[in-house]
């Protein structure tokens, strides 16, 4: 039999050496991953998606103030996301624009269509920050949460005092009488008063319905839009569980299965 020279045996040897350190690599590997899923698996297939601030239309975020672009773009990429199994809004806002929180709910739609959508509430989630938590398959507050707040309002400036105090006079020229109505310079008429009503009214009708069509609520507990306290709220149907983050990550993967 013939002998293998010293050289070969080097690379032999040093070969072996490699695939010893190759297999030892993928153990240690397989063993992270295996630590990491078993001590982390129960933050898995749950997006969080927060809303906190004011909502309005937009990309904006900070500032005290959250864009209905950007929160529909985290919900619309959890959706799409093979990997999430349930979304949770986080929801710590006042409310905000109608338009920016009916924006909002139409991604929510569209995310509920592919998986349950669940609502966390933090300190507050009143009037538009209510309004969209109604879309999503279960709410959670806290027994302190302030929610409910339901109704719009439209608030105007008068400076036309201050402004004769000054001696200072603004001409506008216009082509609608209603043109300049709402400018800060003088009050509204009586007849920009009513028009105002009505376009509250209007708005806030919209808001109500769309709410009963969603929550299992009587039209007189929430008509005034006072704001009421998470256990209040649980009582009256406004909200499903009282509990936390937690529970609410927990609640989602629930309904999903």
């Known amino acids: 039999m013939q002998e293998i020279p010293d050289t070969e045996k080097k690379i032999i040897r040093r070969n072996q050496a490699l695939l010893l350190l ?15 899923f078993s001590t982390y698996s129960r933050d898995l297939g749950i997006s969080v998606v927060r809303v906190e601030g ?17 929160v529909g773009r985290m919900i619309r990429e959890a959706a799409d996301d093979p990997i999430i199994d349930a979304i949770v809004l986080r ?18 739609r569209y995310a509920r269509d592919r998986k349950p ?12 920050a209510y309004y969209i938590s109604a879309y999503t398959d279960r709410i959670y507050a806290n027994p302190d949460t302030l929610t409910g707040g339901i ?4 608030t105007f400036f008068d400076i036309s005092g201050w402004l004769e105090d000054k001696n ?12 300049d109505m ?4 003088r009050p509204l008429t009586p007849e920009e008063q009513l028009y105002a009503q009505a376009i509250v009214d209007w708005s806030n009708e919209r808001l109500i319905s769309d709410i009963l069509s969603e929550r299992r609520v009587n039209r007189s507990d929430i008509n005034d839009a006072r704001v009421i306290r998470g256990e209040q709220a649980l009582e009256m149907g406004l909200v499903d569980e009282i509990g936390n983050l937690n529970d609410a990550i927990a609640g989602a993967r629930q309904l999903a299965g």
């Open 22 to 36: 190759l297999l030892a690599g993928l153990v240690l590997c397989a063993a992270a991953v295996y630590f990491v």
């Open 54 to 70: 004011m909502i309005v239309t937009g990309n904006a975020r900070g500032d005290g103030y959250v864009g209905s672009e950007y």
């Open 91 to 108: 929801v710590n806002s006042p409310g905000g624009t109608p338009a920016g929180a009916q924006e909002i709910i139409g991604d929510i």
């Open 117 to 128: 959508v669940v609502t966390s509430m933090g300190d507050m989630a009143t009037s538009a």
């Open 151 to 154: 109704g719009t309002s439209w």
């Open 168 to 179: 200072l006079s603004i001409l506008v020229i216009k082509s609608g009488s209603m043109k």
């Open 182 to 185: 709402g400018s800060d310079h």
